[in-house]
C-alpha cells in the first residue's frame, strides 16, 4: 500500500491463457463483441465464439473470427456436439452484448440454439452484459429473469445509462469493454469473502417533516448495491439495508428496506448484533432531522422556520458497542478535503474510509462511476476514475488483505 494519494490502478488478475466462450446474441452493440475479443485476446486469453442468428444482423461471423482467431460456431446441427465440447473447453463463458431474448433463454432454461444450449451444458461462470432499449430493461418480466440468474450466480455487468441504438437516453446501453473485461477478471478471482457476515447501508434516508414533506438528499444507493452485489459474489453472507431507492432488491442476500436515519440506525443495531464481521457505511445518512413531526400536513403561514435535531451517528454507536465488526465508512466532501475523511475515520473510530470528492467529474451522485481514495490505519490508496462496481471490488480487496 503506498502511503501518498498517486492514482493507482489497483492490482489485476491475469487472464492469460483463461479460455474463454464468448456468446454474442443478436443487439445492435454485437458490433463492439469484435473489440471485445481483440482486448480478451489483448491479454492472451484464447476466445471462442458462438453467435446466434439474430447477431449476425449486425456483426459478421468472418468479423469474429478474425478477432478471435478461431471459427465460429453459431448452428446446432453443423458440428452436432460442440453445445458439448466449446462449454468443457471453456473457463468462462461471457455473453456480450446479452440481449433479452437470450436472457430469458437463460433463465427458463430454453435451449433451442448452439448459444442457449451451451449455457444449459455449462458448469462454470458466466458473465452477461445485458443491452436493450431502456423500456425492455425495465421490463418486471425481464427484471425476474435477470434475478434469478443473478441469484444463481450469474455475474451482471452493467448496463449502463446513455443513448441508447434507438435514439432515446435511458438504462439499456452494454457496459464498456473494460468493465466487461474487469467483470471477466473478477470471475476469475477467487471466493475469498466465504467466512464474512457483511453489513452494507446504501441510499439516502428520508426525515419527514410531516406525513407528506421530507428532508432527503441526492445519494442513488448505486455505490452500496454494488458493494453489496461484489460481496455476494465473493461468497459472503450480506444484509443490504438501504433507505428508499430506484435500484431493484438484489438477489441472493437479505434486503431490509428503511426510511428515516432512526430506522436505519434500528436496522444496523440488530444486524450487526447479530454477529456481523464487517459494517460497510455507504449510505448518505441525512445529519439531521426535523425536531418535530407535525401529525398533519403543515400549511402555508408566509414564513416556516423548522428546528432541526441531529441524528444518531450509526458508526460511531456501532463502534462504541461489544463485538465492534470492521468497520468501513463513506467520506463525500465537496473539494479534495482528504485531511477531514481521516479525521473522520479517527473520530468515529472507523477502520477504512472511502474518500471522494462529489464535485469531480465522474464523481458525483446518480453516476455509475467514482474516483475514491482508500485509506486506512496503514496509508492510503488513490483509484483512478473507474465504474462504482470496479470501486466496490477495490474496497473488498484491501478489506480482504487486511483481514488475512
Ligand atoms: N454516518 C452514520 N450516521 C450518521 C451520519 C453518517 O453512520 N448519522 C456515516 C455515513 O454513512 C458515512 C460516514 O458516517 O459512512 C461519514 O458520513 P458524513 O456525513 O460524511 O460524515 P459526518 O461525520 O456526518 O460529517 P459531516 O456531515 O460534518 O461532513
Not at 455505490?223 to 459474489?233: H, L, S, T, Y
Not at 473510530?349 to 481514495?373: C, H, I, P, Q, S
Request: glycine share 8%; hydrophobic share 40%; aromatic share 6%.
Amino acid at each position: 500500500m503506498n502511503s501518498s494519494a498517486t492514482k493507482k490502478k489497483k492490482p489485476q488478475t491475469s487472464l492469460k491463457n483463461k479460455s474463454i466462450l464468448l456468446g454474442v446474441s443478436g443487439g445492435v452493440a454485437a458490433y463492439k463483441a469484435i473489440e471485445l475479443c481483440r482486448r480478451l485476446r489483448d491479454e492472451e486469453a484464447s476466445v471462442s465464439v458462438v453467435m446466434t442468428d439474430a447477431s449476425k444482423n449486425f456483426v459478421t461471423p468472418l468479423s469474429l473470427e478474425v478477432a478471435s482467431m478461431h471459427k465460429v460456431f453459431s448452428s446446432l446441427y453443423e458440428e452436432p456436439m460442440a453445445h458439448i465440447t466449446l462449454p468443457q473447453q471453456a473457463e468462462l463463458m461471457v455473453i456480450a452484448p446479452a440481449t433479452a431474448n437470450i436472457i430469458g433463454k437463460f433463465a427458463n432454461g430454453i435451449a433451442d440454439d448452439l448459444l442457449s444450449t451451451c449455457f444449459l451444458s455449462f458448469s462454470g461462470k458466466t458473465v452477461i452484459a445485458p443491452s436493450m432499449n431502456w423500456r425492455m430493461y425495465e421490463n418486471r418480466i425481464f427484471r425476474q429473469n435477470l434475478e434469478k440468474l443473478t441469484s444463481l450466480g450469474v455475474i451482471q455487468v452493467g448496463p449502463g445509462q446513455g443513448s441508447l441504438a434507438c435514439g432515446e437516453e435511458g438504462p439499456g446501453r452494454m457496459a464498456e469493454i473494460p468493465d466487461i473485461i474487469d467483470a471477466v477478471r473478477t470471475a476469475f478471482s477467487k471466493r475469498d469473502l466465504e467466512h464474512e457476515k457483511i453489513v452494507v447501508t446504501a441510499g439516502p434516508t428520508r426525515e419527514y417533516l410531516d406525513p407528506v414533506r421530507f428532508i432527503s438528499n441526492r445519494s442513488s444507493g448505486k455505490m452500496g448495491f454494488a458493494i453489496a452485489k461484489a460481496a455476494r459474489n465473493r461468497g459472503a453472507d450480506v444484509t443490504l439495508i438501504s433507505g428508499p431507492t430506484s435500484l431493484a432488491a438484489p438477489a441472493g442476500m437479505r434486503f431490509i428496506q428503511v426510511e428515516t436515519a432512526l430506522e436505519m440506525a434500528e436496522a444496523v443495531e440488530k444486524e450487526v448484533r447479530s454477529g456481523a464481521s464487517a459494517l460497510i457505511m455507504a449510505a448518505a445518512v441525512a445529519d439531521f432531522s426535523p425536531s418535530e413531526k407535525s401529525g398533519t400536513k403543515i400549511e402555508k403561514a408566509g414564513e416556516l422556520l423548522i428546528r432541526l435535531r441531529q441524528t444518531p451517528d450509526i458508526i460511531s454507536s456501532v463502534a462504541a458497542g461489544k463485538g465492534k465488526p470492521f468497520i468501513i465508512g463513506f467520506a463525500a466532501e465537496t473539494g479534495a478535503r482528504v485531511e477531514r475523511a481521516r479525521e473522520k475515520m479517527k473520530k468515529k473510530k472507523m477502520d477504512m474510509v472511502v474518500f471522494n470528492d462529489v464535485t469531480e467529474a465522474g464523481a458525483g451522485f446518480d453516476l455509475d462511476t467514482n474516483r475514491v481514495t482508500i485509506i486506512d490505519k496503514k496509508g492510503e490508496t488513490g483509484l483512478e476514475l473507474m465504474s462504482k462496481d470496479s470501486v466496490a471490488e477495490a474496497i473488498l480487496d484491501r478489506f480482504s488483505e487486511i483481514k488475512a
